[in-house]
């Protein structure tokens, strides 16, 4: 789709392109130009994220024995050598203040954190890890603190009230155990 400025003749003022979608089905892998690893999205797994400037990925399920009094899940994916993972984590030792981004996936996951929202929380916190990989340790309440500070700032009170209930909701499970 072309739009011409206005006026002039032969000049377009923006062009679009078509997205194109495969029609080849089962190919569950997409392969990443920056890093070349191939990263699996499983849409059955609890929580699903991939980061595009290190290649990782993960995808968190409930282990096979899981239940409440033993909240234990597994997280699968590709590190940023493009090598795959799997890590078991039992989310009642985690903590927030000292844990692998790994970790706090599956403590997030456990939190009933799943929406859009939270989806962007996880993405920005992953931003501001600068690039060290998800099994590297972070202060993730530290830096959960500042964007919520970010947003008083700017005056964004939507955006403080989702980094409030987030670091709430994480903190409510962490001490409850």
């Known amino acids: 789709m072309n739009i011409n400025g206005i006026g002039t003749t032969g000049y377009p003022g923006w062009q679009g392109a078509r997205k194109t979608e495969s029609n080849v089905k089962g190919d569950f892998g997409v392969k990443v130009q920056s890093t070349g690893n191939v990263v699996h999205i499983d849409p059955d797994a609890v929580f699903s994220i991939h980061h595009v400037k290190t290649g990782e990925s993960a995808n968190v399920y409930?282990?096979?024995?899981?239940?409440?009094?033993?909240?234990?899940?597994?997280?699968?994916?590709?590190?940023?050598?493009?090598?795959?993972?799997?890590?078991?984590?039992?989310?009642?030792?985690?903590?927030?203040?000292?844990?692998s981004y790994t970790e706090m996936l599956a403590l997030n996951a456990h939190a009933g954190n799943k929406s859009d929202s939270n989806f962007m929380t996880m993405s920005?916190?992953?931003?501001?890890?600068?690039?060290?990989?998800?099994?590297?340790?972070?202060?993730?309440?530290?830096?959960?603190?500042?964007?919520?500070?970010?947003?008083?700032?700017?005056?964004?009170?939507?955006?403080?009230?989702?980094?409030?209930?987030?670091?709430?909701?994480?903190?409510?499970?962490?001490?409850?155990?």
């Open 62 to 99: 409930r282990a096979d024995d899981y239940s409440a009094d033993n909240p234990v899940y597994l997280v699968k994916g590709i590190d940023k050598n493009g090598n795959e993972y799997e890590q078991t984590v039992d989310v009642s030792k985690v903590n927030p203040i000292s844990c």
């Open 124 to 177: 920005i916190l992953k931003d501001k890890m600068d690039g060290i990989s998800y099994h590297d340790k972070a202060d993730y309440m530290e830096m959960a603190h500042e964007l919520m500070n970010d947003m008083k700032t700017l005056r964004n009170w939507d955006g403080y009230l989702r980094y409030s209930k987030w670091i709430n909701d994480i903190m409510t499970f962490c001490k409850s155990k």
